[in-house]
């Protein structure tokens, strides 16, 4: 894709959502990792659905130890892979408490030392909870990125390190949440929706198939 094309793919992107964020509700960065955590391989309603209960009262690492691993998993279990995650958010949240004075650090490294955290859930926090202009690929990212020949790439990284050389710095703080939306409502896995997509004459797998 021409650099002009990707200014101007960012642009209606910008117009159509001027403000986007992620569709995990959460109040202050901890339940944000917890969200995120939760959240691989399943939906953001899910996840949402477990947590709106959850969070009234868990707001700090140390609300969710003294809540117990019994009733966390429980009040988890229709979460897919709810036992493993469990384990991973009460351990990170074990760390949180005694390395880091019950606070979500900002920085990656420290983020990808916890439990059930990778790169991709580290961007996220570092994202949406710190404003840091990063770029969490995900498969819906991974798929518009290659499709429309925004970022090609073999892998998630790949597609990671080139979206951050040719996303425009002024756009790169929302890019994320602009991608991840267009891939699950519009650009979709099985079934895009080309007919409403405001990027077709920009994209190269539009114009092939349309």
Known sequence: MKPADRIELFRRLQAANPHPTTELRYGNPFQLLVAV???????????????APLFKSI?????????GPERFEEAIRTIGLYR??????LATAHILQ????GRVPDQREALEALPGVGRKTANVVLN??????TIAVDTHIFRVSNRTGLAPGKTPLAVETKLLKVVPPEFRQDAHHWLILHGRYVCRARQPDCARCILLDLCEYGAKHV
């Open 59 to 67: 707001k700090t690492p140390a609300d969710l130890l003294a809540f």
């Open 98 to 101: 005694e390395q880091h004075g």
């Open 84 to 89: 493993t995650k469990a384990r991973n958010v």
């Open 128 to 133: 949406t909870a710190f404003g840091q202009p």
């Open 37 to 51: 955590i939760l959240s691989a391989q399943a939906t953001d309603k899910s996840v949402n659905l477990a947590t």
